[in-house]
Structures are given as structure tokens and as C-alpha cells.
């Protein structure tokens, strides 16, 4: 079967409705075909989102989203030693650009050289940021 890219409301959906009818007695395999996904779907599915309720699949999926933007968080070096904490954008040909973690748009995107031929700063390293901790200022 084709990938269709189910959210977390439709997996859990199907789940409950494959449940229902093999509690009515239809064998596993033929719950699967009416349901519209593959036993193997079926299988990863129910390990991924197993007894979970509709709100604990939507916080999951959220969580996993939310993992995949801090992935793209890094921190850059280039030669001249400067460092950059900021959202890789994107990698086209000889040129880096990273974007601001500053949400008011102020502080503009850097842009690096990967081969140093465009007069730009030459990329040296790339660290993946794995978390992020604030200091909250103290509130007199």
C-alpha cells in the first residue's frame, strides 16, 4: 500500500475501529483490509501509539515535532572564529545560511561560505545543539 501519512487522530482512530472489529469476531488481517491499512501498519502502529488516548498521541506528535526543530539548531564555527548559535536553513551548493533564533526578526541571517571562494567567512564546523537551557532574569 501507498503511504498516506496518517495524523496522530487518524492512527489512533483506526486502531479503536481494528479493535471493534476483531471484537466482533473478524479475523485481524480482514479488520485491516476495512480499515484501509496493512497488518504491518497495523503492528507499528500499536507498539508507536498503543494504549494511548487521542490527546496523549496529539502531545506525542507535537513532542516529536518540536525534537525534529531543536535537530536543526546548531552551532557554527567559521574561520575567523566567530560562533553562531542558530537554525540551519538551508545548505545549497557553496553557501550556508543561518537563520535567527530571535523571533522579532531583528537580527539578520548569516551567510557562510563552504569553500571560502565567495568572500564570505568559510564554514570550519557544525554542532548539532541536542538541548537548550535559559536563564530565566531574576524578578525583583
Known sequence: MAKKGFT??????????IDVLTGQGKMLPQACKEAGISDV?????????GGLKLEQAK?????????????????AV???????????????ESLVILESLNPDGTTPAELLS?????GLARLT???????????????K
Do not use: C
Not at 496522530?8 to 475501529?17: C, D, M, N, P, S
Not at 506528535?61 to 535537530?71: G, Y
Open 8 to 17: 496522530a487522530e487518524q492512527i489512533v482512530a483506526k486502531l479503536r475501529q
Open 41 to 49: 501498519s497495523y503492528y507499528r502502529w500499536r507498539k508507536e501509539y
Open 59 to 75: 502531545k506525542m506528535k507535537e513532542l516529536e515535532r518540536e525534537n525534529a526543530r531543536l535537530v536543526r539548531l546548531v552551532v
Open 78 to 92: 567559521d574561520d575567523n572564529g566567530a560562533t553562531y548559535f542558530k537554525r540551519l536553513r538551508s545548505s545549497r
Open 114 to 118: 563552504l569553500d571560502g571562494a565567495s
Open 125 to 139: 564546523h557544525v554542532l548539532p545543539v541536542i538541548g537548550v537551557l535559559f536563564e530565566l532574569p531574576n524578578q
